[in-house]
Antibody
Framework: QLQLQESGPGLVKPSETLSLTCTVS??????????WGWIRQSPGKGLEWIGN???????YYNPSLNSRVTISVDTAKNVFSLKLNSVTAADTAVYYC?????????????????WGQGLLVTVSS | YELTQPPSVSVSPGQTARITCSGD??????VYWYQQKTGQAPVVLIY???ERASGIPERFSGSSSGPKVTLTISGVQAEDEGEYHC???????????FGGGTKLTVL
C-alpha cells in the first residue's frame, strides 16, 4: 500500500521560505505515471491545491501561488519537495502531500486517493 | 475558477443530507467528493460524479445536473459528521480545483 509522509519545520518566520519534504514508501515515484501533489488547508478553511510534479520533474502550480512556489522530485531518495518563499501569516496551514488513485481517474482528471497525514506549518515571528 | 459549497449543513440522525457544489465547468468536468474527519486527511467518497469509491457505504451517492452536483447521504449516522469537499478541474488548464468545504453536523 502506497504511503506518504510529510516532514519539515512546523514554524517558519514571516518572509522566509517554507520547505517541506514528502517521503514515499510502498511504491516508487519513478515507477508512477501519475503526478505527485501538494495541497494545503488553512485553519477552518477548505482545501487548496498548491501544485503537482511528475517523476520527470515537470511541475504545474496553482496560478495564485505560482510566483512563490517550487515543487521538485528526487527519484533516487523517493521523495518530492515543496518550497514556498516569502511566506506570511496567510500561509499558515496544514500541508498535505498526495497522489491520485488510478482506479478513480477519468482521462486527465483524478481525485487524490493517497494522502499523507498532514503537517501543520505556522508562520509567525 | 471557483467551486461553491454551502458552509454548513445540519441534519438529525436518520434524515437525508444533501450537499451541493456548483461551478460553471461542472457541466463538462467530473466532480469528486471527499469526507474529512477532524484531524484526518480527506478520503475519496465519490468519483466521476456518482461512482462510490471502494468501501464506501451505499448511503453515500452523487448526482449531477448541469453546473451543480449533489452529494446525498441517506439515513445519516452520527459517524458521518465531518467536512465534505468537492473537487473538479479548471477546464481551461485541467488544474485541480476544490470547493470551500461543507461542515456536516449531525444533531
Amino acid at each position: 500500500q502506497l504511503q506518504l509522509q510529510e516532514s519539515g519545520p512546523g514554524l517558519v518566520k514571516p518572509s522566509e521560505t517554507l520547505s517541506l519534504t514528502c517521503t514515499v514508501s510502498g511504491g516508487s515515484i519513478s515507477g508512477s505515471s501519475y503526478y505527485w501533489g501538494w495541497i494545503r488547508q488553512s485553519p477552518g478553511k477548505g482545501l487548496e491545491w498548491i501544485g503537482n510534479v511528475y517523476y520527470s520533474g515537470k511541475a504545474y502550480y496553482n496560478p495564485s501561488l505560482n510566483s512563490r512556489v517550487t515543487i521538485s522530485v528526487d527519484t533516487a531518495k523517493n521523495v518530492f519537495s515543496l518550497k514556498l518563499n516569502s511566506v506570511t501569516a496567510a500561509d499558515t496551514a496544514v500541508y498535505y502531500c498526495a497522489r491520485p488513485h488510478p482506479a478513480y481517474c477519468s482521462g486527465s482528471t483524478c481525485p487524490f486517493g493517497f494522502w499523507g497525514q498532514g503537517l501543520l506549518v505556522t508562520v509567525s515571528s | 475558477y471557483e467551486l461553491t459549497q454551502p458552509p454548513s449543513v445540519s441534519v438529525s440522525p436518520g434524515q437525508t443530507a444533501r450537499i451541493t457544489c456548483s461551478g460553471d465547468a461542472l457541466a463538462k468536468e467530473y466532480v469528486y467528493w471527499y469526507q474529512q474527519k477532524t484531524g484526518q486527511a480527506p478520503v475519496v467518497l465519490i468519483y466521476k460524479d456518482n461512482e462510490r469509491a471502494s468501501g464506501i457505504p451505499e448511503r453515500f451517492s452523487g448526482s449531477s445536473s448541469g453546473p451543480k452536483v449533489t452529494l446525498t447521504i441517506s439515513g445519516v449516522q452520527a459517524e458521518d459528521e465531518g467536512e465534505y469537499h468537492c473537487q473538479s478541474a479548471d477546464s481551461s488548464t485541467m488544474y485541480p480545483v476544490f470547493g470551500g468545504g461543507t461542515k456536516l453536523t449531525v444533531l
